[in-house]
């Protein structure tokens, strides 16, 4: 059994099987086609939309969800001092929030103010402890009765959330693999028992376990001289879809609402709105890249004023 290490970093961005397991936001947009399509696809059950909608958003979350278990595994092997955790949170809370945020600011413009689509507005936003869960990113973390299943994204970041604290714990306290197993279903079983969490808390839980477990031990590298011979403009559009991919997905949903409704008023119907909604995902994922390349750099020039800051004190 191996012993955790001090805490250690990895380049990730070099690492372009993870790049391909975040390109599942591929996968999700696919899956929820149908929510802003102003046709029903059940009328086409030769494509079987019914079941592979959601396949394709199990599957993407899952490739989403194991790929943050693995880079988590890999750059922190261990949180070993309050130094150690602090660093850990910092960093997880500046890559969600401000995306989180903006992503809430084109909900509360396009189903707030136009009026576009706006279940999730009036759902979400409409007493203060909907807007403390919004902007916390922790909205429906507590609802243990809700069903699995729907269009809505925000149960994701209080799901991560939750997954970051777990994984602290066992960076924390587990010196081998015995240990994590050992933390790890502690946790999920007074979880369970006390019914606090999202379903799709427990739903995806082993995925980020087994992304932690094969993070430890870089198994993806098996895969990496693969990859790697992959030319390397089609590396560059994989990296590009990779980088935009957790913007893309909390704008997604509102902005796709937006060009739907824009279809139902211009009359696009048939074959021409799956053209138009095509373009708009792609459209979509540019903006989703823009976002966090702007939000990176805020983040770097953040972290950098912090440690010059230090360092002077």
Same mark, same amino acid.
Not at 196 to 200: E, G, Q
Not at 308 to 313: L, P, S, V
């Given at each position: 059994?191996s012993?955790?290490? &001090? ?8 690492? #372009? !099987? ?13 899956? =929820?086609?149908g ?43 261990s949180l070993?001092?309050? !130094? ?16 989180? @945020?903006i ?11 136009? =009026? ?17 869960? %919004? ?11 809700? !069903? ?13 959330l ?21 933390i790890?279903?502690?946790?999920? #079983? ?5 019914h ?5 808390f427990?739903?995806?839980y ?6 932690i ?16 011979q992959? &030319? ?8 590009y ?10 704008? =997604? %949903? ?8 824009? /279809? /139902? ?7 021409? !709105? ?11 994922i540019?903006?989703?890249? %823009?976002?966090q390349? @702007? ?6 020039s953040?972290l950098?004023r912090?440690m010059? %800051?230090?360092?002077?004190?």
């Open positions: 059994m012993k955790f290490d &001090p805490v250690t970093s990895y380049n990730t961005k070099k690492m #372009i !099987e993870i790049d391909i397991l975040k390109c599942a936001i591929l996968l999700i947009i696919l899956s =929820h086609l929510f802003f399509l102003n046709f029903s696809m059940d009328v086409y059950p030769s494509l079987h939309y019914a079941y592979f909608g959601p396949t394709f958003a199990y599957t993407g979350l899952s490739m989403f969800i194991f790929a943050s278990g693995y880079t988590l595994s890999i750059r922190y092997k070993e001092t309050k !130094e150690d955790i602090t660093r850990y949170f910092k960093k997880r809370i500046i890559r969600i929030y401000p995306i989180w @945020w992503g809430l600011l084109f909900e509360f413009i396009i189903f707030g103010i136009f =009026h576009i689509n706006p279940v999730p507005y009036t759902e979400n936003f409409s007493n203060l402890m909907g807007l403390l869960y %919004q902007l916390t990113g922790v909205h429906g973390f507590f609802k243990a009765d809700m !069903e699995i299943g729907g269009g809505h994204i925000d149960w994701f970041v209080g799901t991560i939750v997954y970051y604290v777990v994984y602290a714990i066992i960076a924390k306290y587990a010196r081998d693999d015995i240990e994590i197993f050992i790890s279903l502690s946790i999920y #079983i007074v979880c369970y028992l006390y606090v969490l999202d379903p799709r427990y739903l995806y082993p995925v980020f376990l087994i992304g477990f094969a993070g430890r031990y870089n198994l993806l590298n098996v895969a990496h001289s693969y990859f790697s992959i &030319p390397l403009s089609v590396q560059g559009i994989i990296y879809i990779a980088q935009s991919s957790y913007a893309t997905y909390v704008i =997604h %949903q509102p902005l796709l609402s937006f060009v739907k409704y824009l /279809n /139902n008023k211009l009359g696009v119907t048939g074959p021409m !709105e799956v053209c138009v909604i095509f373009i708009a995902s792609l459209i979509v540019i903006i989703g890249y %823009q976002i390349k @702007w939000v990176s750099g805020l983040n770097y953040t950098n912090s010059a %800051q230090k360092n002077i004190n």
